[in-house]
């Protein structure tokens, strides 16, 4: 099956559905170009492109408020302590020389460490952090990741995912749009949302 707009994008089955999730991988092409794979289940769909322009000393900024303020949703926080019907975050860090890090909102005890390793950024190389609501921050709002083969490397793998309760908004898609290696090849608002 293939999808066609008049702006020169198409998407078409990578392929079907596979495994207990019903999970099917949708390829995204820009005039006859890969743009983007799109992976959807039962629960939401997952958005991978190839990506530039996210700056790792603001991952935090990328992932929290922008993509919710994007999404129309409440700003999560990572610290413990919110209200509660605030959405929790768990976050993973990774640098070049395989230091790992996390954070789970609702234990304060890994927040100084996670901290710790948002101020060398410079040495990140892999960051995901995913946004859920209480109770027992089981239901998943959205995952945003981010990675680069070195600190210095310019190019990334960007992914969104949002579960089936949350739009894609045409903000969140032109931020989409704005982060992706051919940004300038989708001129002046060329794209339908």
């Known amino acids: 099956m293939t999808m066609e707009s008049s702006s020169g994008f198409s998407a078409s089955v990578a392929s079907g559905p596979t495994g ?3 999970e099917t991988a949708w390829e995204v092409r820009q005039d006859g170009e890969r743009f983007a794979g799109l992976f959807v289940d039962t629960v939401g769909a997952t958005l991978a492109w190839p990506g530039i322009g996210i700056d790792f000393s603001r991952i935090e900024q990328y992932a929290l408020p922008e993509i919710s303020q994007l999404m129309s949703i409440r ?3 990572v610290e413990a302590g919110g209200e509660a019907d605030e959405a929790g975050v768990a976050a993973w860090l990774v640098t070049q020389d395989g230091g790992t890090g996390s954070l789970f909102s609702n234990q304060g005890a890994t927040l100084a460490g996670y901290r710790s390793m948002l101020n060398e950024s410079d040495q990140l190389t892999f960051a995901r952090f995913d946004v859920a609501r209480p109770p027992a921050f089981q239901v998943l ?3 945003f990741t981010a990675q680069r083969q070195s600190p210095d490397s310019i190019q990334q793998a960007l992914a ?3 579960t089936e309760a949350y739009r894609w ?3 969140l898609l032109a931020w989409i749009l704005d982060h992706h290696v051919r940004a300038d090849s989708v001129q002046g608002g060329a794209y339908v949302v």
């Open 20 to 22: 207990d999730d019903g």
């Open 75 to 77: 700003q999560p926080r």
């Open 141 to 143: 709002e959205y995952a």
């Open 160 to 162: 969104l995912r949002l």
């Open 169 to 171: 908004t045409p903000q």
